[in-house]
Structure formats: C-alpha cells, structure tokens
C-alpha cells in the first residue's frame, strides 16, 4: 500500500480554547491577513476535509479565493482547488450546500456503512459516495484519498473531526491561530474534547514555528517527522 497522504490540521480558536460560539452567528476567529494565509496553505493541498457538522452550520464554501494561487495551481497541471471532502454517519447533507454547488472541485463524501446506501442514492450524482466503515475509520478514509492521487491533505475541521486524525496519531502538523478574545460559554465547542492523544505531557510535541500575524498568533505544531523544521 502507498504512503499516507500528509495530513496538516487547521483550526483557529479563542484564547479559552473555543472554535466558535453557542449562536447561530458563525463567529469570525482569524483576521485578514491570517485568512489569506490558509487560503495559501489550501492552495497547497491535493484535497480539504471538514466534518458534516461544519458544513451544516458553516456551509463553507472549501474554495481557493485568491486569483494568483488558483492560477498557480493551474500552470501546475492542477484543478483550481483542492478536493473537496466530508465524513458523516447520518447522511443528513443538504445537496444545496456550497459544498457541492460551489466550484468545480471533486467532492468525496465518506459515509459511514449503515447509510452509505441511502446517501448514495441521495448525493451520489454530486459527489463520489464511499462507504468509510461503521463508524468512518479515518485510516481508511486516508488509504482511500491516497488511492486518488492526494498527497497533501489539510483538515479543516471541526472539533470531531480534528479529535479523531489527533488521536489515531493521523496528523503529521497542526496549524492552531489563537484569536484575541475569550468565548467564555460552555455550550460552544472546543478545539477538541476528551480523547487519549498521542501528545502528552510524557510525549510533547515540537514547535515548528510561531509566528505574530497582526492580532492573532499562528503555533505551527510538528506532530510527526514528516513535518519539516523551522
Ligand atoms: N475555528 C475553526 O477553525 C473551525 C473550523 C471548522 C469548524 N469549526 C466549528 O466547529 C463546529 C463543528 O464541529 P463539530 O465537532 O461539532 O463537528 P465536525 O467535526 O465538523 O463534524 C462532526 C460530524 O462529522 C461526522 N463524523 C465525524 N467523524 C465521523 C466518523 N468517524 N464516522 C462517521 N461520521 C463522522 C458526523 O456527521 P453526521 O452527524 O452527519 O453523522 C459528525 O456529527 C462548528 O461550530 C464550526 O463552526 C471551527
């Protein structure tokens, strides 16, 4: 079997650790500098993952923004954007979701095997539909992304999402923004909730790098000697 795609996770939080609010409002973390620095990171991936929770409350849109990098992509023999990829047990996508009406990216939907059927049936004329396991394994979803050519997968959450790659010791590098403000409400989420990680205060990981961009600080986390230095 092929190598697994190196894996980078993304997320952005509140100084007390949360990734969004408990509204409807779909609560802004990054600034604008720091988004146009994921949207390069994107640029660099073969394929981008979020949990179907995130596309039903954020309904992202999983696109390259900036001109420069889509063309670079381009004249790189490559499609304008990455990948697009979800993981759900129930199914319950809305086929209306930017998701899948937006950009002409692949989209892959790895579905868990009790409702692989119905959601195939369902969204299958708008993305592949693959049966991940009973619950969705995310080494198998892996295996599989490397079986279509992705070499480069970035993880854009959501907390599930991001808990399950981190605690299959599936990461090979996290990229954490700390925004300037507190949530300071139980009922949001948090980056990630309980789980037995392989990073502990026995096994710390190493900073790669930490770096000030106007009022956020990204931690660039190597979580595996796949993630180059500095
Ligand atoms: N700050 C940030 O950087 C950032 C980034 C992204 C998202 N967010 C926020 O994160 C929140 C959503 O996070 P979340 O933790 O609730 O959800 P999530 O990780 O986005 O998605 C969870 C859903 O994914 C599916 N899923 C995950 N693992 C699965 C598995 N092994 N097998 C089958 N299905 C699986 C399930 O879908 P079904 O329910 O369909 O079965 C599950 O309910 C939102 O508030 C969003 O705004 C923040």
Same mark, same amino acid.
């Given at each position: 079997?092929?190598?697994?795609?190196?894996?980078?996770?993304?997320?952005?939080?509140?100084?007390?650790?949360?990734?969004?609010?408990?509204?409807?409002?779909?609560?802004?973390?990054?600034?604008?500098?720091?988004?146009?620095?994921?949207?390069?990171?994107?640029?660099?991936?073969?394929?981008?993952?979020?949990?179907?929770?995130?596309?039903?409350?954020?309904?992202?849109?999983?696109?390259?923004?900036?001109?420069?990098?889509?063309?670079?992509?381009?004249?790189?023999?490559?499609?304008?954007?990455?990948?697009?990829?979800?993981?759900?047990?129930?199914?319950?996508?809305?086929?209306?979701?930017?998701?899948?009406?937006?950009?002409?990216?692949?989209?892959?939907?790895?579905?868990?095997?009790?409702?692989?059927?119905?959601?195939?049936?369902?969204? %299958?004329?708008?993305?592949?539909? *693959?049966? &991940? =396991?009973?619950? /969705?394994?995310?080494?198998?979803?892996? +295996?599989? #992304? !490397?079986?279509? %050519?992705?070499?480069?997968?970035? *993880?854009? &959450? =959501?907390?599930? /999402?991001?808990?399950?790659?981190?605690? +299959?010791? #599936? !990461?090979?590098?996290?990229?954490?923004?700390?925004?300037?403000?507190?949530?300071?409400?139980?009922?949001?989420?948090?980056?990630?909730?309980?789980?037995?990680?392989?990073?502990?205060?026995?096994?710390?990981?190493?900073?790669?790098?930490?770096?000030?961009?106007?009022?956020?600080?990204?931690?660039?986390?190597?979580?595996?000697?796949?993630?180059?230095?500095?």
């Amino acid at each position: 079997m092929g190598r697994r795609p190196y894996v980078l996770l993304s997320c952005a939080m509140s100084i007390d650790g949360y990734i969004d609010d408990a509204t409807d409002e779909r609560l802004l973390l990054s600034n604008d500098s720091d988004l146009d620095r994921v949207d390069a990171v994107r640029a660099e991936a073969d394929a981008i993952l979020v949990g179907a929770a995130t596309v039903r409350r954020d309904d992202p849109r999983l696109l390259v923004r900036s001109p420069g990098h889509r063309q670079l992509r381009v004249a790189r023999g490559l499609p304008p954007s990455p990948a697009k990829v979800t993981v759900t047990g129930s199914g319950d996508l809305d086929p209306a979701a930017r998701f899948f009406t937006v950009g002409d990216a692949d989209k892959i939907v790895y579905c868990g095997s009790a409702a692989w059927d119905k959601t195939r049936e369902r969204l %299958g004329h708008l993305a592949a539909v *693959v049966d &991940g =396991g009973e619950p /969705v394994d995310p080494a198998r979803v892996l +295996a599989d #992304l !490397a079986g279509r %050519g992705v070499g480069r997968l970035m *993880v854009e &959450g =959501g907390a599930q /999402v991001h808990a399950q790659f981190l605690a +299959a010791g #599936l !990461a090979d590098e996290l990229h954490l923004v700390l925004a300037p403000f507190f949530v300071g409400d139980g009922r949001a989420p948090r980056f990630v909730g309980d789980g037995r990680f392989p990073w502990h205060p026995g096994r710390r990981a190493r900073v790669a790098e930490v770096r000030q961009i106007d009022d956020v600080v990204l931690v660039r986390y190597a979580l595996s000697d796949r993630c180059p230095a500095g």
